[in-house]
């Protein structure tokens, strides 16, 4: 079955370590979206990928980075430099991009939840 | 600035119907979506409209008045398990390039016996 995946689902960092979130689909999907999620709050864009070697910074982007490598991959680094990063972090596809394009709904990977210690 | 507003929290028992409003003021706008999220759990979409009116998908329906600013989820016979939380979302600030969206801050939805 496609889908997205994302590992680890739970993750524990420590101060000042960087950590790398995983992110795979095979829904042959183009674009790519990392959100993050605070308790109670909705879904904040941190960066996304509409093409594979190209990605845009979202609303949040301070303090993370990501690669689109391959078109099924679009890892999340969140480094020492963000200052809040325990949150939900999810990822997510959608097929295809483009103005006038049929809006295409964002299929979401299961989380990741980061609690730094 | 761009925002998206809901109500925070909403009670009905079940076989009820509720009403979810969602108002927005965002710098374009494209489209208004409707996710479900269970606790723990990821988004999953439930519908999309890009023109005003009423779109219905069995016992949800949802509505966008683009002179208002304004829609609206619909639930009819609510079950136990339409217990979750609900967001609105805008496709549009980028004129619609893109499926990129701006996220309301959900609404949580209590379906009591």
């Known amino acids: 079955d496609g889908g997205i995946t994302q590992s680890p689902k739970y993750l524990f960092r420590k101060e000042g370590q960087n950590v790398t979130l995983s992110c795979e689909q095979n829904?042959?999907?183009?674009?790519m979206y990392w959100y993050r999620q605070d308790p109670g709050q909705g879904l904040r864009l941190i960066y996304y990928?509409?093409?594979?070697?190209?990605?845009q910074k979202g609303d949040i982007a301070e303090g993370y980075s990501v690669s689109r490598e391959k078109k099924e991959s679009f890892p999340l680094t969140v480094t020492s430099a963000q200052k809040n990063p325990t949150a939900f972090y999810l990822c997510?596809?959608?097929?295809?991009?483009?103005?006038?394009?049929?809006?295409?709904?964002?299929?979401f990977g299961p989380g990741t939840r980061l609690t730094v210690l | 600035g761009q925002s998206l507003e809901q109500p925070s929290e909403v009670t009905a028992v079940e076989g009820a119907i509720v009403q979810i409003n969602c108002t927005y003021q965002t710098s374009g706008f494209y489209g208004l979506s409707w996710y479900q999220q269970h606790d723990g759990g990821a988004p999953t979409f439930l519908s999309y409209?890009?023109?005003?009116g009423l779109e219905e998908t069995g016992r949800f329906s949802s509505f966008l008045s683009r002179s208002d600013s304004y829609g609206y989820l619909l639930l009819q016979e609510l079950q136990m398990k339409d217990s979750a939380s609900y967001f609105c979302a805008v496709r549009g600030p980028d004129g619609g390039a893109t499926n990129k969206l701006i996220f309301g801050t959900g609404t949580l939805l209590a379906v009591q016996p």
């Open positions: 997510a596809s959608t097929p295809q991009m483009g103005r006038g394009s049929s809006y295409n709904e964002q299929f």
């Open positions: 990928s509409q093409i594979v070697n190209d990605f």
């Open positions: 409209n890009a023109l005003d």
């Open positions: 829904l042959n999907h183009d674009a």
